[in-house]
Each structure stands twice: as C-alpha cells, then as structure tokens.
C-alpha cells in the first residue's frame, strides 16, 4: 500500500511524482533544491523491523560500491518515521521497458549481458549479493549502458 506523498518534502527532497511501485516501498520522482538536481526517493512503507534492516542494508550497501554500471545512492535517511533512499534519477526507463516483449539479438544481449556481469562481479568482490537481477532491476540510461539498481 503506497503512501501518497507526491507533493511533499522529505529530507529536502520534493517528491513530484510516483514512479515506482514495490511490495515494500514506493520510489518518487524528486528535486533536491539545494544542489537544484533531479534524483530518485525510494520510500519505504512497509515497515516491520525485518523489512527496516533490509532497506538499511540495501541503503549501505550500494552506497559502497563504485562502478560504472551499479546506480549511485546519495543518501539514507528517516525523517518522521519514513525512511528513504534518495538516489540517481535515471531518464530512460528500464530494460524491461525496452524489451516491450520482444527479444533482444544477440549482440544486444552480449552489450548488456558483459557490463552487468562485470557489475555483478565487482559488487560479489565486496561481499554484496543483488538477490533480485531481473529487467526491471536494471536502468538503461543509453542503449549500451545498463546500470544495476534495486539490491
């Protein structure tokens, strides 16, 4: 059940629209006026304690790790008892977008497949597990360059 927070301000990011719907949280379209630069807000609703460590540790754990196709996370934060992740905005959806259910050929599939796995790799060399790769866990911000979201 998605909070409607479209509107508001958290942690001084405006939340402008609702892009994202997940079985524990809700990811928003937001302005941060102080750097005035357009970012991703996941807020998570669903907040029994097993679900809190999680979105914790998600928060830690991609803010970790640097490379060129994992997104980046600017901040954690929990701002009257909401926490969130303020995050990169990606234009351009995700691959699962792209896909629209058509297959990709085969060269498609080698661009993409090489740089997430060299991802995969770099995130596994720092004891990071994504327990969740799938097409709608990866942001295409250019067609050659998928970037790993969602750990």
Do not use: C
């Amino acid at each position: 059940m998605a909070l409607d927070l479209v509107g508001k301000t958290l942690g001084g990011y405006r939340l402008d629209r609702l892009i994202g719907e997940g079985g524990m949280a809700s990811v928003y379209k937001g302005y941060q006026e102080s750097l005035k630069r357009w970012v991703a807000v996941k807020v998570l609703y669903y907040q029994e304690a097993t679900s809190l460590a999680r979105f914790q540790l998600e928060a830690k754990a991609i803010a970790s790790l640097r490379h060129r196709n994992i997104l980046i996370i600017y901040e954690y934060g929990d701002e009257e008892g909401m926490p969130y992740i303020a995050m990169e905005y990606i234009e351009g959806g995700t691959l699962e977008d792209r896909l629209n259910g058509m297959p990709l050929g085969w060269r498609q599939v080698v661009n993409l497949s090489i740089p997430i796995a060299e991802a995969l790799h770099y995130a596994h060399n720092h004891k990071i597990i994504h327990r969740d790769v799938k097409p709608s866990n990866i942001l295409m911000p250019q067609d050659d360059w998928p970037l790993l979201a969602d750990f």
